[in-house]
């Protein structure tokens, strides 16, 4: 997905406020600043942390998650039940990514060029406004000496400011399904504990469909007020370690409750995915763009100059959550391959584990040596497919492996008759 990349080498497209004034009077000043901001280099053990971090925080959410993905099917809530991902749906998804991902980068690098609109857009733009004006769906108060902007309420701050808040609802709500299980843990046994029940339903009689049945209690209402206050210093603050709190949130729950049906279907997703990280990566400048211009806690970032700035470090390097996620359900799928073959080893998960350290690793490597942004895909989907299979052929599983088959806990018709058809083979 988003490749893995050294942002630092790249300078901010703003510059503080004195700076400007210094770029308008003196071109000297503004050639020396642009010079010091692009040629800041991290030191080796800056940068050694920096990736060391981001290795090990990708790490996190592939073991945890898999290890979730085991049980999550046991859930009363249906909001924790996980979705199957199918062969169909493997095969449209590089399609539907790179859609999205062309229709962003359109966003970014046409629609708001130099930060205004271009002539076509402020057109468009300046007839919708006033189609909305018209039918009072959108108020405006304004002085006598004020003249209204056309497009304003389409300009990318008001953009950016949408997607934060969709993402600070989507940040909370994954963060706390990630804390809770660590919550049951350290809850004192003393404090009571209260369940509430959230209930939405369709129809009536015997044709009342349930939307939303989710059970918390007390325990979950306290994740949900931790999380909410991260999300709030995300709001305010876009501080790089809120940032990597969510996406770790993210990857954690997509690892935990995206599932695929088999590993064909594993294989479809992550080759298809890997024609469309290296082609928009090696063949457009539009992975890059998009990664670096989304304000969305959607890749997880670390600070080269940590150790001379502190916290506010401002020149990082980043990983994008698909390069976590979408290696990391095929991960959690040879886990459950595992667990059904009803043996105390784990050996394709670890395998396929250490595969995804070796193809990150090879990544980074690469990438310093060439000083080029990586498509991370290109080596971890060899590593992550290659490794498990090799061990399949050695030791003479790998039919077994494609013919394993999992059913979406939804399908409970299906589910009775994978059951019967196992008993009729003992």
Known sequence: MADIDQASVIPNETSPPALEGLNATDPNVTEAVNATVAKFVATPEGTALAYGSLVFMALLPIFFGALRSVSCGKSKNSSDMP??????????????????LFGLYLFFKEYMHEGKPSLLHSTFLNWCTQLLRMRQLLLFQHDNNTKHTSGVIFSQEYINLLLSMYFFVLGILALSHTMSPFMNRIFPANI???????????????????????????????????????????????????????????????????????????????????????????????????????????????????????????????LGLGDIVIPGIFIALLLRF?????????????????????????????????????????????????????????????????????????????????????????
């Open 83 to 100: 979705e199957t991902i199918t062969g169909r749906d493997a095969a449209r998804f590089p399609i539907i990514a790179s859609c999205t």
């Open 192 to 318: 009571p504990i209260k369940q509430y029940q959230l209930l939405f339903t369709q129809g009536s009689g015997e044709a009342k469909e349930e939307i939303v049945n989710y059970e918390f209690d007390t325990k979950d209402l306290i994740c949900l007020v931790i999380s909410t206050v991260v999300g709030v210093w995300y709001i305010l603050k876009k501080h790089w370690i809120a940032n990597n709190l969510f996406g770790l949130a993210f990857a954690l729950n997509g690892v935990e409750l995206l599932h695929l049906n088999n590993v064909s279907t594993g294989c479809i997703l992550l080759g298809g995915l890997f024609v469309y990280d290296v082609f928009w990566v090696f063949g457009t400048n539009v992975m890059v763009t998009v990664a670096k211009s989304f304000e969305a806690p959607i890749k997880l970032v670390f600070p080269q100059d940590l150790l001379e700035k502190g916290l506010g470090a401002s020149q990082f390097a980043m």
């Open 338 to 426: 595992d667990v059904s073959l009803k043996k105390e080893t784990r050996t394709y998960f670890y395998t396929s584990f250490l595969a995804y350290i070796f193809g990150l690793g090879m990544t980074i490597w690469v990438m310093h040596t060439f000083k080029h942004a990586q498509p991370a895909l290109l080596y971890l989907v060899p590593a992550c497919i290659g490794f498990p299979v090799v061990v399949a052929l050695l030791k003479g599983e790998l039919t077994e492996m494609f013919r394993y088959e999992e059913v979406s806990p939804e399908n409970p018709a299906v589910k009775e008759k994978a059951t019967e058809a196992e008993k009729k083979d003992k």
